[in-house]
């Protein structure tokens, strides 16, 4: 089977098609003090699928946030938003395998990635502004390509 085509990734290729909130939950206990709060905890994590032949690419971002206060109970947020982008050239960018897995280049997945990431960031800006999270900004991470 051919290899696929190293370093083809083309950003004026990949398009921003749709965007949706799937879940959002906000969870703050009653005798809840916004003043106390310290810091933040969050994790978050994203899954990326790709349809090769309808050169379709599905980015779910999730993200779980508390906080860490002098308050007795904390405020919980959790969030899922789903990205869809198409990719024109999806054909030099990835290959279908065995049982459902693909060969996909490292620029196309880290560029659907860091997206998700940086747009997720500006949504929750958004919707966090007039809650408990209002000061709460999802950092900045440094990209890195594997090797």
Do not use: W, Y
């Not at 880290?110 to 919707?127: D, M």
């Amino acid at each position: 089977m051919k290899k696929i085509d190293i370093n083809k990734f083309d950003a004026e290729k990949l398009h921003f098609i749709s965007f949706k909130t799937i879940e959002e939950n906000i969870s703050v206990p009653e005798f809840f003090d916004e003043n106390f709060i310290n810091e933040f905890e969050t994790t978050n994590k994203v899954d990326i699928a790709f349809n090769i032949e309808e050169k379709l690419i599905r980015s779910q971002f999730d993200i779980e946030i508390a906080t860490i206060s002098d308050n007795e109970k904390e405020a919980k947020t959790n969030l899922k938003f789903v990205f869809i982008f198409k990719c024109d050239n999806m054909e030099v960018l990835a290959k279908a395998q065995k049982k459902n897995t693909a060969e996909i280049d490292a620029s196309l997945g880290f560029s659907v990635s860091a997206i998700s990431h940086s747009t997720a960031r500006g949504i929750l800006l958004v919707k966090l502004s007039d809650t408990v999270f209002a000061d709460f900004i999802l950092p900045i991470v440094k990209p890195k390509l594997p090797e």
